[in-house]
Structures are given as structure tokens and as C-alpha cells.
């Protein structure tokens, strides 16, 4: 059964940092793509980024390039995303995808964690 438990969301201020992470059991990690997806107040699903098993290919929304780091530690089996110079736009629910579809802002299909709430405000 696969389970993904997120941790790590909060309030931070604009400008400021936090780091994400994901623990994941019921299925092979390390030769698994895994993805986090968003949802701000009001919107649809956002794929923000996602990281090939070996770690070695990374995608990174435009949004977010050059802001957000995504990692994993296939030992540990858990993935991260670290996330620096936070945006007011980046309010949203965070969630940790193995294998997620996203159409049309919609979730259809893969297995999702349950969400950690991430606020960027003053």
C-alpha cells in the first residue's frame, strides 16, 4: 500500500524559506519519478516540479525555477523540496505525488499524500 506523509509547511514571511519533505513506503522509491503538485486557494492542480529515481533529471515549473530545489534520499525513501525566496504566490496546499495526472488543473489519477499547507504573508 503506497503511503506519503508530507511534513514541513507553515507560515513564513515574504522572502523567507522552508524546506519540505515527503517520507514514502509501499513501493520501490528509489526507481520511482516522484513529483509535488500544488494547489493555491481557488485553483487547480499545479505540477511544481518532479525528479527522476536515480535523482540524475529534474523539471522545474517557470514559476519556481531558480527559487525551488527538489531532492530525494533514496536510503531514507523520503523526497524534499526546498523552497527559498517565497512569493505570496506561493501560497497552497503542497503535496507529494508518485505518478500523479493532472488535466486541466484537475486531479485524475496517481497516489497523493495528504497535503501540507504552506502561507506566505506578513
Known amino acids: 500500500q503506497v503511503q506519503l506523509v508530507e511534513s514541513g509547511g507553515g507560515l513564513v514571511q515574504p522572502g523567507g524559506s522552508l524546506t519540505l519533505s515527503c517520507a514514502a513506503s509501499?513501493?520501490?522509491?528509489?526507481?520511482?519519478?516522484m513529483s509535488w503538485v500544488r494547489q493555491a486557494p481557488g485553483k487547480g492542480f499545479e505540477l511544481v516540479s518532479n525528479?527522476?529515481?536515480?535523482?540524475?533529471?529534474?523539471y522545474y515549473a517557470n514559476s519556481v525555477k531558480g527559487r525551488f530545489t527538489i531532492s530525494r534520499d533514496n536510503v531514507k525513501n523520503t523526497l524534499y523540496l526546498q523552497m527559498t525566496s517565497l512569493k505570496p504566490e506561493d501560497t497552497a496546499v503542497y503535496y507529494c505525488?508518485?505518478?500523479?495526472?493532472?488535466?486541466?488543473?484537475?486531479?485524475?489519477?496517481?497516489?497523493w499524500g495528504q497535503g501540507t499547507q504552506v502561507t506566505v504573508s506578513t
Open positions: 525528479i527522476y529515481g536515480g535523482g540524475s533529471g529534474t
Open positions: 509501499g513501493f520501490t522509491f528509489s526507481s520511482t519519478t
Open positions: 505525488a508518485n505518478d500523479p495526472t493532472i488535466v486541466g488543473g484537475r486531479k485524475l489519477g496517481g497516489s
